[in-house]
Structure formats: C-alpha cells, structure tokens
C-alpha cells in the first residue's frame, strides 16, 4: 500500500500497526488487526496505472467523518 491509517487504543498502538500493514500489504491486515480489540484500517494502494484502490476493515466506516 502507498499509505494506511489505523485507529487504535493508543498512538503507539496505531503505529506499530499500521507499519505491520505497510510491510506485510493489506491482503494480511485483517490477521494482523484482528488481535487487537478495536482497532480498524485503511489502506490506498496506487497502481502505476488507473485509479487508486482503498480498502478498509468492515468497522472503519463508522469512523468516517
């Protein structure tokens, strides 16, 4: 993914997360999410062509502004 955003308990909580998704890409971020109670993400991934993809946890739209 080109970027991801994770809501979790804690800041720190949130960035070990969110680096675990960068580096293992969101096809394993809900094995990764899932340990951990309340935590959410998104991913935006950008193809070198077309459109960009985003990808979500099912929790996360209630997140949204």
């Given at each position: 993914?080109?970027?991801?955003?994770?809501?979790?308990?804690?800041?720190?909580?949130?960035?070990?997360l969110?680096?675990?998704?960068?580096?293992?890409?969101s096809?394993?971020?809900?094995?990764?999410?899932?340990?951990?109670?309340?935590?959410?993400?998104?991913?935006?991934?950008?193809?070198?062509?077309?459109?960009?993809?985003?990808?979500?946890?099912?929790?996360?739209?209630?997140?949204y502004?």
């Amino acid at each position: 993914p080109s970027g991801v955003t994770v809501i979790a308990g804690s800041s720190m909580e949130a960035d070990a997360l969110a680096t675990a998704i960068y580096v293992l890409g969101s096809g394993r971020a809900d094995d990764v999410i899932n340990k951990f109670r309340g935590a959410e993400w998104l991913t935006v991934s950008r193809p070198r062509a077309g459109p960009a993809e985003v990808r979500a946890s099912a929790g996360m739209e209630r997140h949204y502004a």
